[in-house]
């Protein structure tokens, strides 16, 4: 596995010619204690990933099956290539290609999806398809491109399975900067929880020589421990899991009220503690929010990320709660550049629909205060077989049409550009007076009575409204706000009344709404429900994206000739049936008559 230990060749028997021959038991024991001392002469990294694939557990069993030697046979066969480098000829040519990180990782999906059915709904846990990474190596690289200096850069993945994303983000800019004439120096960083995934990206690693490089990866919980916690990073790149329970690690922090780490609770809109922890049913935008604690702040380029969510990231959690105001803190702070809709089926374990967020912390001037929606759901190719749930994929072509449009930054039909706040609204909470028969409309009632009148008497719709306050001097009426002008007892006051909790409904107000709250209820409510009013302490700002409501193209409607020419083919198609069943003419002139 690596070059800097002692070369041991496990000493292995022939051949067998046959599938009824096999080794004998002192053999057998033999090969497998040469075999682990060939494990034991590796470094200690590569020990670690032993470790990880629990791969001594395993020996025991191949020797007892006698397949040890039969398999160390198959990874010897001159004819397989298992390395990332390339088996040269004689004269130089290129006999077997190398296997990079990324077609590893397809050969331990494939694995996944064929032997482990009954675990495939996590597939797509560890493995991103390179036609996705490559979309989102090109929308992070290609827009800063030119400002790309000879010089260092990290590239950070905080949940990075096998390690492939790392690895083509480093060749995409690699081959960028050498386009534009520079040299650049690229370091990875990876932190994964799976921990035959992580094995596989720090043995890529440490097969590439790249030693130092397999050391940045590390293993665990990229949420409850934080293996950089003080890293900034250039470049970042995930698929995080969605639609994970992340309940296990919430507990290990403490529990949602004791969570204090400042990647999750930030100081936002005034608000020193601005919670960013999301249910526990569903930990993918924490995953964001850790990569922007991440950003670079005081450089030119500052941080540029890509990362895949599900739908929900788009509309999940009402104002206040964790997920709206993860999106809040990223528009309102004008981070968000794009979201990409892929096609339906680009991933192996499932078929929902997904996205590429693309965000930067140092927008162009032209992008600034706007946000970008780019509907690719149409651009792809079929595959020749299906692999899993994954029926399509993006062609060279299909990638470069959606960056192309990402680039341009201008509208189309497959491209939507909005203003920040487009994408924010209050939400209010709108009340109804209580109308309870036999209530005196000439006085006020303390909270116990207004419950005995609860208790003993109807609600209806006509009885005269129940006073909880009345304000008889320096306040003035606005029915907006449940302050309304009465006359009781000949004298003009101002009353609030007690609100009736199962008329009581959430108004979404548009942050762009003309005229603010007001306005909305004076034109959308009060003209269906005159007494209304709303509670201004209960307005919350939350944020959501809909690409359908930006995307939906309904179907045309079929023409009448169209639907006639078929309701005629239909009845010619039944004519004669009814004479078969109960021998009565249905002919048309019948029919008539």
């Given at each position: 596995?690596?070059?800097?230990?002692?070369?041991?060749?496990?000493?292995?028997?022939?051949?067998?010619?046959?599938?009824?021959?096999?080794?004998?038991?002192?053999?057998?024991?033999?090969?497998?204690?040469?075999?682990?001392?060939?494990?034991?002469?590796?470094s200690?990294?590569?020990?670690?990933v032993?470790?990880?694939?629990?791969f001594?557990?395993?020996?025991?069993?191949?020797?007892?099956?006698?397949?040890?030697?039969?398999?160390?046979?198959?990874?010897l066969?001159?004819?397989?290539?298992l390395?990332?480098?390339?088996?040269?000829n004689?004269?130089g040519?290129v006999?077997?290609?190398?296997?990079?990180?990324?077609?590893?990782?397809?050969?331990?999906?494939?694995?996944?999806?064929?032997?482990?059915?009954?675990?495939?709904?996590?597939?797509?846990?560890?493995?991103t398809?390179?036609?996705?990474?490559?979309?989102?190596?090109r929308?992070?690289?290609?827009?800063?491109?030119?400002e790309?200096?000879?010089?260092?850069?990290?590239?950070?993945d905080?949940?990075c399975?096998?390690?492939?994303?790392?690895t083509?983000?480093?060749e995409?800019l690699g081959?960028l900067?050498?386009e534009?004439?520079?040299?650049?120096?690229?370091?990875?960083?990876?932190q994964?929880?799976?921990?035959?995934?992580?094995?596989?990206s720090?043995?890529?690693?440490?097969?590439?020589?790249?030693?130092?490089?397999?050391?940045?990866?590390?293993?665990?919980?990229?949420?409850?421990?934080d293996?950089?916690?003080?890293?900034?990073?250039?470049?970042?790149?995930?698929?995080?899991?969605?639609?994970?329970?992340?309940?296990?690690?919430?507990?290990?922090?403490?529990?949602?009220?004791?969570?204090?780490?400042?990647?999750?609770?930030?100081?936002?809109?005034?608000?020193?503690?601005?919670?960013?922890?999301?249910?526990s049913k569903?930990?993918?935008?924490?995953?964001?929010?850790?990569?922007?604690?991440?950003?670079?702040?005081?450089?030119?380029?500052?941080?540029r990320?890509?990362?895949?969510?599900?739908?929900?990231?788009l509309?999940?959690?009402?104002?206040?709660?964790g997920?709206?105001?993860?999106?809040?803190?990223?528009?309102?702070?004008?981070?968000l550049?794009?979201?990409?809709?892929?096609?339906l089926?680009?991933?192996?374990?499932?078929?929902?629909?997904?996205?590429?967020?693309?965000?930067?912390?140092?927008?162009?001037?032209?992008?600034?205060?706007?946000?970008?929606?780019?509907?690719?759901?149409?651009?792809?190719?079929?595959l020749?077989?299906?692999?899993g749930?994954?029926?399509?994929e993006?062609?060279?072509?299909?990638?470069?049409?959606?960056?192309?449009?990402?680039?341009a930054?201008?509208?189309?039909?497959?491209?939507k550009?909005?203003p920040n706040?487009?994408?924010?609204?209050?939400?209010?909470?709108?009340?109804?007076?209580?109308?309870?028969?036999?209530?005196?409309?000439?006085?006020?009632?303390?909270?116990?009575?207004?419950?005995?009148?609860?208790?003993?008497r109807?609600?209806?719709?006509?009885?005269?409204?129940?006073?909880?306050?009345?304000?008889?001097?320096g306040?003035?009426?606005?029915?907006?706000?449940?302050?309304?002008?009465?006359?009781?007892?000949?004298?003009?006051?101002?009353?609030?009344?007690?609100?009736?909790?199962?008329?009581?409904?959430?108004?979404?107000?548009?942050?762009?709404?003309?005229?603010?709250i007001d306005?909305?209820?004076?034109?959308?409510?009060?003209?269906?429900?005159?007494?209304?009013?709303?509670?201004?302490?209960?307005?919350?700002?939350g944020?959501?994206?809909?690409?359908?409501?930006?995307f939906?193209?309904?179907?045309?409607?079929?023409?009448?000739?169209?639907?006639?020419?078929?309701?005629?083919?239909?009845?010619?198609?039944?004519?004669?049936?009814?004479?078969?069943?109960?021998?009565?003419?249905?002919?048309?002139?019948?029919?008539?008559?």
């Amino acid at each position: 596995m690596r070059s800097d230990r002692r070369r041991v060749r496990p000493s292995t028997t022939p051949r067998r010619s046959g599938s009824a021959t096999s080794r004998p038991a002192g053999r057998q024991q033999q090969l497998q204690a040469d075999f682990e001392a060939y494990l034991d002469g590796f470094s200690p990294n590569v020990q670690e990933v032993l470790e990880k694939f629990k791969f001594r557990n395993q020996v025991p069993t191949l020797v007892e099956a006698d397949a040890l030697g039969f398999l160390l046979e198959k990874f010897l066969d001159p004819s397989i290539n298992l390395s990332p480098r390339p088996v040269l000829n004689g004269d130089g040519s290129v006999r077997l290609e190398g296997l990079d990180n990324h077609s590893m990782g397809t050969v331990f999906e494939e694995l996944i999806r064929r032997f482990n059915e009954e675990n495939n709904e996590e597939a797509g846990e560890h493995f991103t398809p390179r036609d996705v990474v490559q979309l989102m190596a090109r929308l992070v690289f290609l827009p800063v491109a030119e400002e790309v200096r000879s010089g260092t850069y990290l590239v950070y993945d905080g949940a990075c399975g096998t390690g492939g994303m790392l690895t083509v983000a480093e060749e995409t800019l690699g081959q960028l900067a050498a386009e534009h004439g520079k040299e650049v120096s690229v370091h990875l960083y990876g932190q994964e929880v799976n921990p035959e995934t992580y094995a596989i990206s720090k043995a890529d690693l440490i097969l590439k020589g790249e030693g130092t490089e397999a050391d940045n990866m590390r293993f665990g919980s990229t949420l409850a421990g934080d293996a950089f916690p003080s890293r900034e990073f250039d470049f970042m790149l995930s698929n995080p899991p969605y639609g994970k329970s992340w309940k296990a690690d919430l507990e290990r922090m403490g529990g949602k009220s004791a969570i204090t780490d400042p990647r999750f609770v930030v100081e936002h809109d005034g608000d020193s503690e601005y919670s960013l922890i999301t249910r526990s049913k569903d930990g993918q935008m924490m995953f964001l929010a850790n990569m922007l604690s991440k950003m670079k702040r005081d450089t030119p380029l500052g941080s540029r990320i890509a990362e895949v969510h599900n739908g929900s990231s788009l509309f999940t959690g009402d104002a206040g709660q964790g997920e709206s105001n993860i999106r809040r803190w990223i528009i309102e702070n004008d981070w968000l550049e794009a979201i990409v809709a892929l096609p339906l089926n680009m991933f192996y374990n499932t078929g929902i629909a997904t996205y590429i967020w693309v965000l930067s912390n140092r927008k162009a001037a032209h992008r600034r205060g706007q946000v970008q929606l780019i509907d690719a759901t149409q651009w792809f190719r079929p595959l020749r077989r299906n692999l899993g749930s994954k029926n399509c994929e993006l062609s060279g072509e299909d990638v470069k049409r959606i960056c192309d449009t990402f680039v341009a930054f201008e509208e189309t039909e497959q491209s939507k550009i909005f203003p920040n706040k487009a994408f924010g609204y209050w939400k209010v909470t709108v009340e109804r007076p209580l109308r309870l028969e036999g209530a005196d409309p000439d006085r006020a009632y303390t909270a116990k009575e207004i419950k005995a009148l609860k208790d003993g008497r109807e609600c209806v719709e006509t009885a005269p409204p129940v006073i909880r306050r009345v304000h008889k001097q320096g306040v003035a009426p606005d029915p907006l706000r449940g302050l309304f002008s009465v006359t009781i007892g000949g004298m003009s006051v101002v009353v609030e009344y007690e609100p009736d909790t199962d008329l009581r409904d959430p108004e979404q107000v548009p942050l762009l709404h003309e005229g603010g709250i007001d306005a909305f209820i004076e034109r959308e409510v009060l003209p269906f429900s005159p007494d209304a009013w709303y509670v201004a302490e209960s307005a919350k700002v939350g944020y959501e994206v809909s690409f359908t409501r930006h995307f939906y193209k309904p179907q045309p409607q079929r023409p009448l000739e169209e639907i006639r020419a078929d309701i005629l083919a239909l009845e010619l198609e039944t004519e004669g049936l009814l004479t078969e069943i109960v021998g009565v003419s249905t002919s048309k002139e019948s029919i008539r008559q």
